[in-house]
């Protein structure tokens, strides 16, 4: 998975990332991927807090795709902006990292023991 699979597939399983796609072109006049990423994570974290946990869990697995299958820059932006940038010590977002697939929890496994 490339950088333009990852903005396409994040595209396609949300409509809302039309809009921060088009606030990430106008802030840096291209779309840089570990903003982009933090950006819908922040959606997908907001979308589980507010019970539309589909939405989440299309984001989610894009994400793990991504952490999977993508190139370089790919998987260091899910690692980084996704996994890593997660505030896992937080009560609240227990229960939304428990929805996470297997890729990115094992990741955040890794993270935790660094």
């Known amino acids: 998975?490339?950088?333009?699979?990852?903005?396409q597939q994040l595209a396609s399983v949300?409509?809302?990332?039309q809009a921060i796609l088009s606030e990430r072109l106008a802030d840096n006049g291209e779309v840089l991927l570990h903003p982009l990423v933090a950006r819908m994570r922040d959606l997908a974290i907001d979308a589980y807090e507010r019970g539309d946990e589909i939405l989440s869990a299309r984001l989610v697995a894009v994400f793990d795709a991504g952490l999977r299958d993508g190139?370089?820059?790919v998987q260091n932006a899910v690692s980084v902006s996704f996994v890593e940038d997660t505030p896992c010590w937080e009560p609240t977002r227990q229960r939304f990292i428990e929805n996470w697939r297997k890729a990115l929890r094992d990741e955040a496994q890794r993270w935790r023991g660094r």
């Open 14 to 17: 949300a409509p809302q990332a």
């Open 1 to 7: 998975m490339t950088e333009a699979d990852l903005v």
């Open 71 to 73: 190139d370089d820059s």
